[in-house]
Every structure is written in C-alpha cells, then in structure tokens.
C-alpha cells in the first residue's frame, strides 16, 4: 500500500500540473514508481476522479458504514479496501462489505484496523480473534494494519506476525525513511531497514486476487446474515 501526504506531493509534482496536487499523487506514484495505489475515498463525488489514478478504493474506518458511499462504490469498478470501524461488531463489519458485494462489485478485501477500548497504552486494541472469524465466516481475503491498531513501532512487528499466525492474508506497514521525522503517525511509523524482517518471519500467503487482473471471484454474489451465526 502506498500513501502520499499532500506537502509530499506539492514538493514532488511542482505547480504546474493541470489537476489539484492531492489529486494528482496517485498518479505520479504510478507512473513513477510503477507500483500499484491505494487511495482513500471520502465521498461519492470523489470516486469517479480517484478511481481514474487509484488500482484500489479505500474505505476509511469513519466511513465503514456511510451506505450511499457504499452503494456507490459496489458499482465502482475498482477493488475496494473496507477498514474496520472503531466500535463496529464483526456482524457490522461484514454487513457493510454486503453492501458492496451487492451492488455489483465482488472485489472486496476486508481490514482489521483495531476497535476503541477504555486502555489507552495502545492507540486501538487490535482484535485478533476476529481475524481469525472472519477467515471462517467470509470468503473475503483479511488483512490487518498493525500500525494504526497499536501506534507504536516497538509493538509493529510482534502484532504482525500475530496477525499473519491469525490467518491474515497480508498487512498494511506505516513506512518512512526517518520516522522520527515524519509529519503524521510519527510513533507508528518503521524504517524501510524493518520491513524485510517482518516480511521475512510472517510468510505471508499471496493474496487471492490480483489489482491488475481480475482473478478474484467471489464464492457467492453477497453474504447472507445466516453466515454471521456459523
């Protein structure tokens, strides 16, 4: 997963490009880098725009259960990445991923982000178990964001590898070059050096689907509420 601040893509793409510089950050990681983005959307009047720069859509946690914007990108045309919300139930969670897969958009990839707790060490508590329900619940793939659940970088890579020992199918890594430096998420954030380590003692099974071939398929047009009681 890529992310671009908008003070990293003014500094990147310069003044002159015809779109709005946030805008236009996919874009330029796409064509720079050659690798494929994963873009947030907050409203149903920004799909069509990202979508055109984006390989995958990207749900906020605040937004998990915003149904018209759910509605909206089931018929996107897009891989979509549903995160968790704060205080959703699983039965939640996967009701808002029907949303989706019913209205015509079976690429879903549901993420285990954490859920707000009354202990404050960690940012979130990540709910590990319920990775583990979802595996046998969904037919979806998994995946968890290990940064924005614990908000530490000392606990990144244990949480990550728990995770992956759940039966996740990938994880999200808050990265930057100097963590301590960086504007956003500081605390969370790993240097590049940390990434092969948890890579390399996860083994992460390859994901399902493919962002640029549609290989994903799903098992069932939607999910039914009777899977939540199996």
């Known amino acids: 997963m890529v992310r671009m601040l908008p003070r990293l893509a003014e500094r990147m793409v310069g003044q002159q490009h015809p779109l709005p510089r946030w805008r236009f950050a996919p874009a330029f990681q796409r064509s720079h880098y050659n690798i494929p983005v994963v873009t947030e ?3 149903i009047s920004q799909i069509e725009l990202v979508a055109a720069h984006a390989d995958m ?14 509605k909206a990108l089931g018929q996107a045309g897009k891989p979509i990445l ?16 029907e949303y989706i897969l019913s ?3 079976p690429d879903v990839v549901l993420c285990e982000r954490g859920i707000r707790s009354f ?22 793939p998994v995946i968890v964001d290990p940064s924005h659940a614990v908000g530490k970088r000392e ?6 590898r728990a995770a992956v020992a759940c039966g996740a199918d990938g994880l999200i890594i808050e990265c930057h070059p100097e963590p ?6 500081a605390a969370a954030y790993t240097s590049p050096t940390v990434q092969p380590l948890i890579t390399n003692q996860t083994h992460l099974p390859q994901l399902s ?7 994903f398929q799903s098992k069932t047009p939607y999910l039914s509420p009777a899977l939540i009681n199996t």
Do not use: C, W
């Not at 859509?57 to 759910?70: A, E, T, Y």
């Not at 606990?155 to 990550?160: I, T």
């Open 209 to 215: 689907y493919s962002l640029y071939h549609k290989e």
């Open 57 to 70: 859509l990207q749900i906020g946690s605040r937004n998990m259960q915003n149904f018209d914007l759910l």
């Open 180 to 185: 301590e430096k960086s504007v956003s998420d």
């Open 103 to 105: 209205h015509g958009n």
């Open 119 to 140: 202990d404050d060490y960690t940012r979130n508590v990540l709910d590990l178990g319920d990775v583990a329900a979802l595996k046998q619940i969904t037919h979806l």
């Open 155 to 160: 606990l990144v890579a244990p949480v990550a």
């Open 82 to 97: 549903l995160k968790r919300g704060l205080a959703a139930t699983i039965e939640e969670f996967v009701m808002a991923a």
């Open 41 to 43: 959307v907050m409203s």
